[in-house]
């Protein structure tokens, strides 16, 4: 047997889940494949073939036949150019209202016979192709699927479109279509976000390194740096590799990779990351992984696979359609067998055909979206509140999402004779010109006291130490205990460390003055909303976090919840999947460019959007607008009634189609009328749904 290859490539012209599962099977059908990965937000398949019987020419060839296209030249990898807008809250406002306003005209005006004056009035034959022409690529795809030996949801619409058309009702068959693309349309614009985020992700890392060669320093596209190669950092410039510091020093922020809200101090021997930040300092580092191989590059590459995994699940429409489907179709041919009746065995397709299977889940998810909006909450989709109904488990990052994600000064502690406010206007005053977000704590801490910073005199920054300065013909050095380690050992300073706090020592003249404490508070709503989860029937509540042992210990003990230290964002990713292989239904929440793959694989993401990175916005499935975290438990109610208000109108729905058939099969209910009768599950549904507008 040949020596099996992967093949990676991109496909243009999906813009549904449904699209990548044509693609994968014409694909699979293919001699010689023998695993296939389609991934709707990359627009890219990899496939893993015998070189021996299938190329890509074979390939491209069948996936034209299934509608799409694979591009003669492979791009390059980059990051390519949004072709998508933001949107704004008027656009959304001004969708909702003309939706709203084509549901009530279309269901209302069917039931009160508002379209029999209007449509009279209109050519049969011209409503026909109205609804052929608009209906067009709803059709296609159904036609797609029949060959694939597929049903999808728009298969049993597509019958109600037939059986309507059948027995004249053009304009029911308008409906049916507008509510297909509707929802064609929604799904296309929330693939296009998806792509949005795998986007303005790759775009945060550097597109070119600084390296020495033969003597000089050339600068290349980063995915070209070879493993070995000596690359140069400069002050204020984000690191291209993942690489071990070989000379130099400089203050990290690397809030990327490891959520770390304090910038972390590399020197010769540390490990450093591709897309973080070099604050203060220059480095050589020696590359050990370039391009996608770096850290960074695998968070890309998670968040691409966890959109994949999901693909492959089908909405609920679509399993119900499956199973409901066939038994429509017995039905009517047993009715037409029987009776010799095709008035009635038209009655049958049109009362199964019913909008209510289509309106039943996604009315109430609109619904709730809706209502959720008012608060704060962005959720993505109905399928994100079905799952949040069923969460048992909930894993939460601390910087940034159970903190405010930036250091706030605790402590000012005088020593030496000296106060604290002493030392603290000392330490202002040393520190006003600096960038460091520690200083920028410090000089947030003295203004709000009240006290007057001096202007410095010979300010020098030390990276990996701190600043020495100037003020008031005192020198004045700030800066870590590594600055100061021939001072005596410091009780006051044990205690606070032992608070996971991160501290400055202030020394003026060569003697020790104060110390100073900065730490990343809790948010103070955390409590109770923990608490309040709880009571919903949250199992499981843990902390993730890349900070140090002592500082998660600290945070989760404060909150009486488990917790993990010193994690990267594959860590993270790990331990979703461990729950989820455990059967757990996980919710995930976090802010950073490094919760992105855990959001993404998640069963629930939920980003805190106000502070929070775009990225893990865009990966999340929830958006907490405010940094508010009594909005946590508010999604998680509305997730629950929604679900219960989606039963409710199922349950309406099987009744009501139970009778229905009944009445056609047995001749009773004519087609005219059961065109005609197809408003009113849509108008219990509406009722029953309209009450999540109202959530507590």
Same mark, same amino acid.
């Given at each position: ?120 009035? !209109? ?205 429509? +179709? ?98 202002? $005053?040393?520190?006003?010109? $600096? ?59 044990? +205690? ?9 020592? !202030? ?99 939920? +980003? ?55 009445? +056609? ?32």
């Amino acid at each position: 047997m040949a020596e099996l290859k992967t093949l990676e490539f991109p496909v243009r012209g999906m813009d549904c889940a449904e699209c990548t599962q044509h693609v994968q099977h014409a694909i699979a059908a293919l001699p010689g494949v023998e695993s296939v990965t389609v991934l709707l937000a990359a627009e890219r398949a990899t496939v893993r073939l015998d070189p021996a019987r299938v190329d890509l020419p074979m390939i491209r060839q069948a996936v034209a036949g299934a509608g799409y296209q694979v591009p003669e030249a492979v791009e390059a990898a980059v990051p390519p150019a949004r072709t998508l807008q933001d949107v704004t809250r008027p656009v959304l406002t001004v969708f909702g209202i003309v939706f709203g306003a084509v549901l009530f005209v279309a269901v209302f005006g069917e039931w009160l016979g508002w379209f029999e004056k209007a449509t009279a009035r !209109v050519p049969f034959a011209a409503g026909v192709a109205l609804v052929l022409l608009f209906g067009y690529p709803v059709f296609k795809n159904v036609i797609r699927a029949a060959l694939h030996k597929q049903i999808i949801a728009h298969t049993l619409m597509t019958l109600g479109v037939i059986a309507a058309l059948a027995v004249g009702e053009w304009a029911t068959a308008a409906v049916a279509v507008f509510f297909m693309r509707v929802g064609d349309y929604a799904e296309r614009f929330t693939t296009e976000r998806a792509r949005k985020a795998v986007r303005d992700l790759t775009a945060l890392a550097p597109q070119t390194a600084r390296v020495e060669r033969g003597g000089e320093e050339v600068e290349i596209p980063a995915s070209l740096v070879a493993t070995g190669e000596i690359v140069v950092v400069r002050p204020g410039e984000k690191i291209p590799v993942d690489g071990e510091v070989l000379s130099g020093q400089a203050s990290i922020d690397q809030a990327a990779i490891t959520g770390e809200a304090m910038p972390v101090e590399a020197g010769p021997g540390a490990k450093v990351y591709a897309a973080t930040l070099a604050q203060l300092g220059s480095l050589r580092i020696r590359t050990t992984r370039a391009g996608m191989d770096t850290t960074f590059g695998r968070v890309v590459r998670m968040v691409e696979e966890a959109e994949a995994n999901r693909a492959e699940a089908q909405r609920l429409g679509d399993r119900f359609a499956a199973g409901y489907l066939p038994v429509v +179709a017995a039905i009517a041919l047993g009715t037409y067998l029987i009776s010799r009746d095709p008035l009635a065995t038209a009655a049958v397709l049109l009362v199964a055909c019913s909008c209510s299977f289509a309106l039943a889940t996604p009315i109430a998810m609109l619904a709730s979206i809706g209502a959720g909006a008012k608060h704060g909450l962005l959720i993505k989709g109905g399928r994100y509140l079905e799952l949040l109904a069923k969460a048992d488990t909930l894993l939460i990052d601390k910087t940034g999402t159970l903190t405010a994600g930036q250091p706030r000064l605790t402590d000012a502690i005088g020593l030496n004779g000296w106060s604290g406010e002493e030392a603290l206007r000392l330490a202002a $005053s040393a520190e006003r010109y $600096s960038e460091h977000p520690l200083a920028g704590a410090v000089r947030s801490a003295a203004l709000e006291r009240g006290l007057r910073l001096m202007q410095p005199q010979a300010f020098r920054a030390l990276p990996g130490l701190g600043v020495r300065a100037d003020v008031d013909g005192l020198a004045v050095e700030v800066g870590s205990r590594r600055m100061l380690s021939d001072d005596a050992a410091v009780p006051q300073a044990d +205690a606070l460390e032992a608070q996971g706090k991160t501290l400055l020592f !202030v020394r003026a003249a060569g003697a020790l003055a104060g110390v100073l404490a900065a730490a990343d508070e809790l948010r103070p709503e955390a409590p109770a909303a923990l608490a309040d989860l709880r009571k919903l029937g949250i199992q499981r509540i843990e902390l993730l976090t890349g900070d140090n042992e002592r500082t998660a210990q600290s945070a989760a003990a404060q909150l009486g919840i488990a917790y993990r230290a010193n994690l990267l964002p594959e860590d993270k990713i790990r331990i979703v999947k461990e729950y989820q292989a455990a059967g757990r239904v996980v919710v995930m929440v976090g802010d950073g460019v490094n919760d992105a793959p855990a959001l993404a694989q998640a069963d629930v993401g939920i +980003a805190m959007g106000a502070r929070g990175s775009g990225v893990a916005v865009e990966a999340a499935h929830v958006a907490l607008m405010r940094d508010d975290w009594s909005l946590l438990p508010r999604v998680f109610h509305i997730a629950r009634r929604t679900l219960r208000v989606v039963r409710g109108n199922l349950g309406f729905t099987l009744l009501y189609n139970a009778i229905g058939l009944t009445l +056609a099969a047995l001749g009773i209910l004519p087609p005219i009328l059961a065109a005609a009768l197809q408003s009113l599950p849509d108008l219990g549904i509406l009722g029953n749904s309209s009450r999540l507008l109202k959530q507590d």
